[in-house]
């Protein structure tokens, strides 16, 4: 959902009302469907006693590739213009985390009763 909001974010037409809607939707899409479900899964795959670590961990991993991100996208934007560098990395990374979701193995997550001490 986050890969087709930006689609239509970067390739519909260039009025207000179309990127507020599709913007919103990104962000809603992005923060309650990637955000949360990620931070869900990384807590849920490490031991409990460390799941605070983890999730700070994450945290910051999430805040500092922000800042890679940026320059990456105006690498982008140098190279392929505004749509192209949106549609690769805000539409295609998105497709491609997707992807690497598919390989997640929830049966070796960690649970509180099985905790190796």
Excluded: D, N
């Excluded at 507020?20 to 807590?43: H, K, P, Q």
């Excluded at 031991?47 to 800042?67: E, W």
Aim: hydrophobic share 55%; charged share 10%; net charge positive.
């Amino acid at each position: 959902m986050t890969a087709l909001a930006a689609v239509a974010l970067f390739t519909g037409p260039p009025s207000p009302a179309w990127h507020a809607t599709f913007s919103f939707l990104f962000g809603l899409f992005a923060s309650s469907g990637g955000y949360v479900v990620l931070a869900g899964l990384l807590v849920k795959s490490v031991r409990p006693r460390i799941a605070g670590h983890a999730s700070g961990l994450f945290i910051t991993c999430i805040y500092v590739a922000a800042g890679v991100a940026g320059y990456v996208f105006s690498r982008f934007v140098g190279v392929l213009g505004w749509t192209g560098g949106g549609l690769v990395q805000i539409a295609g990374l998105s497709l491609i985390g997707a992807l690497l979701a598919l390989f997640l193995r929830p049966i070796l997550f960690s649970t509180p009763e099985r905790e190796i001490r």
